[in-house]
Structures are given as structure tokens and as C-alpha cells.
């Protein structure tokens, strides 16, 4: 990784250093030559409103936040919460768009989205894939069945930049990554980014609903997750993980977000002697950043 990430760096022009402290850690900089904007950034806005969308999603707090975000943009939303439902409530309504995730109790989206274009029951439907996999390309889901990919946890601006290119007529600027803000500390156990957009779309009352809903579910998630561990249930352990990882992500959990991916990933070559300091980690990160978070929300009711 490093050979890689030293030749790329080289490419462009800039340099890579590394300094390190025994017992500590380490830490590799990058720089790079590059020139600063100036040109403002264009906040695009959604030019289509009233589609008729079924949302297909097998984690309750992810479907509620989706629903109510896409509600307060002007659309229709449908559920389903299984492969199966979702093949069924196609046959029975023409859609707009599918939003599906890729990873779902009985079948996976790419077999979901199979089965629709086999039955020929999307030829005026476009799908979009939902998906936490930072690995597959855009390319590999186009050639899935689907129209476009959007990662989770689902942003506003990637809908709105995803539903002009699929419903508008007039060609959509390519998408321009923005400036990253400098990060404060808080950052690095929230997405004040995702918060703050929830916050100004779907309001404060719905985005304290759904942690709530979060920390209803979390204790029975990680009772799962435990006993799985203790009776050495690889997958089940991974399965509840990725459970988390995605309800986190809905609320802004960023730290436990990313805790739950590790567990997740249950190829990775260390996972056994792991895990159970990451289960640890997760147990901790949940408690300390509800906390964060509610001193966050409280703060935001406060200013308004």
C-alpha cells in the first residue's frame, strides 16, 4: 500500500514523508502542488419533484430517515424491506425509481434488480443502487442492471445530484468534490455534515426521532452481536455488524460507523485476534458518542 500510495504521490508531483514514535504510532503526510480554487461553489437544486419511488431497505432507522428525506424533497416513497417484497410491489405498480440496497436479507440487489429486468418490469423505471461498499466502482454497478449508485448513509446532495441526471432533460454538470472544511474535534465521532443537512431537511423533531429509534435498537443489536461472538458465529457477527454500521451511519455516528466496519469485515487476516478489542471499542463509542450527539442536537434546538 505504501509502494502505491509513494508512486501516486510521485506522479503528482509532491512528496511523502513518515514520522514515527515506538509505543505511539505513526503518522504519513502527503503534499501536493496544487493550485486553490477561487471559483464559487454551485449548490445545485432539485429540478424534479413527484416521483414515485420505491425504497428498498431492511434497516428500520435507514428507512425511516430515507423516507423522510425524500418526502421533504417532493416525492412518493414505497417500502420494502426484502428482496422478495420489493419483486412483488413492482409487479403490482410502475415506479419512477428503485433506491436498492445492495445488501438484504433474502437475496441481494443485483439479483433484485435481475429478476425486475427478466420480468420486464423496469423498462420506464430507472434503479439506483444504495450500497456502504466503498470498493465496487460505479462502472461494476452499471454493468449490474442499475442507473447509478448512491453511497450510504444517503445525502441530499448526492439525491439531488442523482435524480437531475436521471430525470432532466437539460445535461447536469459533472459532479465537483467541494473544499473539505478544516475538521473540528467533534468530527471525528460525528458527521456534522450529514447532522446538519438532516437538521435543515427533514427538522429537528424527525432527527431526534430517529436516534431515538437507534437507541432503542442498538442494546438488542449488540446482544446479538456478543453472543454470536461467544459462540464463534463469523457470519452472524458480521451480519449484525454491518446492521449497525449502517443504522449508525443514518444518525451520524461517524466513530461508530467506522468501528462497526472493521467488525464487519470479516475476511480481513486479523479478524479473530481482533474482534473482540473492536466489540470492546463499539460498546464504548456507542455510549460516549450518544452522549456527543445529544449535546450536539441540544445545542442546535438552543441556537434555534
Known amino acids: 500500500g505504501l509502494a502505491i500510495c509513494q508512486e501516486m504521490v510521485s506522479l503528482m508531483n509532491g512528496k511523502i514523508s513518515v514520522s514515527s514514535e515506538t509505543g505511539k504510532g505513526t ?14 461553489i454551485q449548490v445545485e437544486s432539485l429540478k424534479v419533484t413527484g416521483l414515485q419511488i420505491l425504497l ?15 418526502e421533504k424533497l417532493g416525492q412518493y416513497v414505497d417500502v420494502a424491506m426484502t428482496g422478495k417484497e420489493a419483486i412483488d410491489k413492482a409487479r403490482n405498480k ?17 439479483e433484485v434488480a435481475n429478476v425486475l429486468h427478466e420480468e420486464s418490469l423496469v423498462e420506464q423505471t430507472s434503479i439506483v443502487a ?8 460505479r462502472q461494476e454497478y452499471l454493468e449490474n442492471g442499475m442507473d447509478d449508485v448512491i453511497a450510504k448513509p444517503v445525502k441530499k446532495s448526492r439525491i439531488i ?15 465537483q468534490p467541494k473544499e473539505e472544511p478544516k475538521k473540528d474535534e467533534l468530527n471525528t465521532f460525528l458527521d456534522l455534515e450529514l447532522l446538519q443537512m438532516l437538521v435543515d431537511t427533514i427538522g429537528h423533531e424527525m432527527v431526534r426521532t430517529s436516534v431515538k429509534v437507534f437507541q432503542e435498537n442498538m442494546p438488542e443489536y449488540m446482544d446479538i452481536l456478543q ?15 454491518h446492521k449497525i454500521k449502517g443504522a449508525a451511519g443514518s444518525v451520524g455516528l461517524a466513530r461508530v460507523q467506522k468501528i462497526a466496519n472493521e467488525i464487519q469485515q470479516g475476511d480481513h487476516p486479523a ?7 473492536w466489540v470492546d471499542q463499539l460498546n464504548q463509542a456507542a455510549d460516549q458518542d450518544m452522549q456527543k ?3 450536539w442536537l441540544s445545542k442546535q434546538d438552543i441556537d434555534d
Open 293 to 295: 450527539l445529544d449535546n
Open 94 to 110: 410502475e415506479y419512477d425509481l428503485i433506491l436498492l440496497d445492495i445488501q438484504l436479507p433474502d437475496m441481494n440487489g443485483f
Open 27 to 40: 503518522c504519513f503526510t502527503v503534499e501536493l502542488p496544487l493550485a486553490i480554487s477561487k471559483k464559487p
Open 56 to 70: 428498498v431497505e431492511d434497516i428500520e432507522l435507514n428507512v425511516m430517515v430515507a423516507k423522510a428525506l425524500l
Open 161 to 175: 445530484e442523482v435524480f437531475n441526471s436521471l430525470f432532466c432533460e437539460q445535461p447536469i454538470e459533472p459532479h
Open 130 to 137: 444504495l450500497t456502504a461498499n466503498v470498493i465496487k466502482t
Open 271 to 277: 479478524w479473530w485476534q481482533n474482534v473482540h478489542d
Open 227 to 241: 453472543l454470536s461472538l461467544s459462540a464463534d458465529e463469523k457470519d452472524e457477527v458480521c451480519s449484525q455488524a
